[in-house]
């Protein structure tokens, strides 16, 4: 039989039938991986759940410092985000520190307004939720340019209880879900607070604890210092020079007022002119053995973490030993992380009296100790704490491990 002949027509429809065939699979196409797309990313739910972990953290990191103007604006911006309201304010218990959303025709409403429309809060401690009538309209510049702003919800900001300030949310008429997500907003600020408190009391003590140092050094060090020195005066009138020398460059860097960390090469150079005063007093019965590895000299260390350990070999280990006594110093590359060992060969330690030190439940000597201890752990963690080997009459070894990558630590 012969093929059937298609007309002109004929062909020109179905030409048309495909392309329109073609481009329904090319927008289903291009909506399946649309759909698949949004689906990838996560339902609303899930998108909702991470704008607010978003806008929270951003708003953490500028409360790190606590409540200070810089900061707090910058975290009402977010917080105000996180509560779809009109205008977000936060104070201190003594002024207006940021204010964001509703600008009016006024410019940004007067601390004294905002202050005295937060005062009942603050003096109680407790949520409250103000009507914007007449005049605190018009206290606080809204006019006509704020007629949808009908109310405050102002919630405490405590740290342990105490009312640290607190946050001011305008909207139109609160609503239960919106009282409720500020006072969330206003427990979670006062946490952040709470922890830039805390990291604060941390900085106060570390800073403390190096005074301390420096205070255990001053006396009895210095005392026999320039005893040592007054003993050269006469008869040897340059060594005596250099050791004044020697004591002006040690007391410089042990009472520098700047920086909380140094560098393994910076406490090695203290601890060598340390240990050139004791040497002009114990003469030949003190020997020093050094072993540094030299890649490991820029390791960033807790200033005065290393030379009171030094201190403590020669002054407890040495001073009550008969005969010669060796102090070995060393310094090795463990590829992460910097060890560093002081060792001598003294009259050691009860282990139960070391515990006892280092738990802080005896004073006085050692004391030392305890201090760089207490804050390698508070820097590092406690995996970073000293190790120590002793025993009556043993000598003492004392290690500590430091990581050589410490970010934020600047020498």
Not at 43 to 51: G, I, K, S, W, Y
Not at 380 to 396: F, K
Request: charged share 20%.
């Amino acid at each position: 039989m012969p093929s059937p002949v298609l007309s002109d027509s004929t062909l020109l429809l179905i030409t048309a039938i495909a392309a329109v065939v073609a481009a329904i699979a090319i927008v289903a196409a291009v909506g399946f991986r649309l759909t698949r797309s949004q689906r990838d990313l996560g339902t609303e739910a899930e998108h909702a759940t991470f704008a607010t972990l978003h806008s929270a953290a951003a708003a953490g990191e500028h409360l790190r410092n606590g409540l200070q103007p810089a900061g707090a604006l910058k975290a009402s911006r977010q917080l105000r985000t996180l509560l779809n309201c009109a205008a977000f304010a936060m104070t201190d218990d003594a002024r207006l520190l940021a204010w964001d959303g509703t600008v009016t025709a006024a410019g940004q409403p007067g601390s004294d307004v905002v202050m005295g429309l937060a005062a009942k809060t603050l003096g109680n401690g407790r949520t409250q939720v103000a009507t914007l009538d007449g005049p605190l309209r018009g206290e606080l510049g809204l006019g006509q340019n704020g007629t949808e702003l009908k109310a405050a919800v102002i919630c405490p900001l405590k740290v342990e209880s105490r009312v640290v300030g607190c946050i001011v949310v305008l909207s139109g008429t609160p609503t239960a879900g919106l009282v409720r997500a500020t006072n969330e907003v206003a427990a979670w600020v006062s946490a952040q607070l709470e922890l830039a408190e805390l990291a604060s009391s941390r900085s106060l003590l570390a800073e403390a604890e190096v005074r301390a140092l420096r205070a255990q050094i001053s006396p009895h060090f210095i005392y026999n210092s320039l005893n040592a020195i007054a003993s050269f005066i006469n008869t040897d009138p340059q060594r005596a020079r250099d050791l004044v020398v020697e004591f002006a460059d040690f007391t410089r860097y042990s009472f520098r007022r700047h920086g909380d960390f140094t560098t393994l090469a910076e406490e090695l150079r203290c601890i060598e002119k340390y240990l050139l005063l004791e040497n002009a007093r114990f003469g030949e019965r003190l020997q020093v053995s050094l072993r540094i590895a030299p890649e490991v000299l820029s390791t960033v260390i807790p200033f005065l973490s290393l030379q009171p350990l030094v201190e403590n070999a020669v002054r407890h280990g040495l001073e009550a030993k008969v005969g010669r006594g060796l102090v070995q110093i060393t310094a090795r590359d463990l590829g992460a992380f910097t060890e560093v060992t002081i060792e001598d060969d003294g009259v050691g330690m009860d282990p139960e009296q070391l515990r006892q030190v280092l738990a802080g439940r005896q004073d006085g000597h050692h004391v030392g100790l305890r201090n760089v201890d207490a804050r390698l752990r508070q820097v590092y963690g406690d995996a970073h704490g000293l190790t120590i080997d002793t025993g009556v009459g043993h000598g003492m070894l004392i290690s500590m491990t430091v990581p050589k990558n410490q970010p934020g630590h600047d020498a």
